[in-house]
């Protein structure tokens, strides 16, 4: 009994940490798109409003969810798809750096390029 009580008490600190830890990926890339936006000169609220407000949001309501009940998996579901519109929004930044404002030297701007045509049979 005791091992159950240990292996449920691990398991609960790793639900923890992995929600912020998600948490955290979410915040990073939020400003990972504003800086890719600004630099590309296209810094709007039209271009930055919805992947942000989206991200933040999805991924604070998941936060929540995933460490006050990490056996819901809304709450693992909602930071995951922050993380896809985050990630979204910042290569459509990259790839508009990359490739219509001259600067192609950038790395990884090829594969930038070919998961924006088909970010939905990319992924595995």
Not at 58 to 77: D, H, S, T
Not at 79 to 88: D, H, N
Not at 99 to 123: K, N, S, W
Request: charged share 10%.
């Amino acid at each position: 009994m005791l091992a159950a009580v240990s292996l449920r008490c691990h398991r609960e600190t790793a639900a923890k940490v992995i929600a912020f830890l998600s948490a955290g990926l979410a915040l990073v890339l939020t400003v990972v798109l504003v800086l890719v936006w600004v630099a590309a000169g296209q810094a709007s609220f039209v271009n930055l409003w919805e992947p942000a407000a989206l991200g933040v949001g999805f991924a604070a309501v998941g936060f929540v969810v995933a460490r006050r009940q990490p056996a819901n998996p809304v709450g693992w579901l909602l930071p995951a798809g922050a993380i896809f519109v985050l990630v979204t929004g910042a290569t459509s930044g990259y790839a508009l750096l990359c490739y219509r404002l001259g600067h192609g030297g950038l790395p990884l701007g090829r594969a930038v390029v070919v998961g924006r045509l088909c970010p939905g049979r990319c992924l595995p």
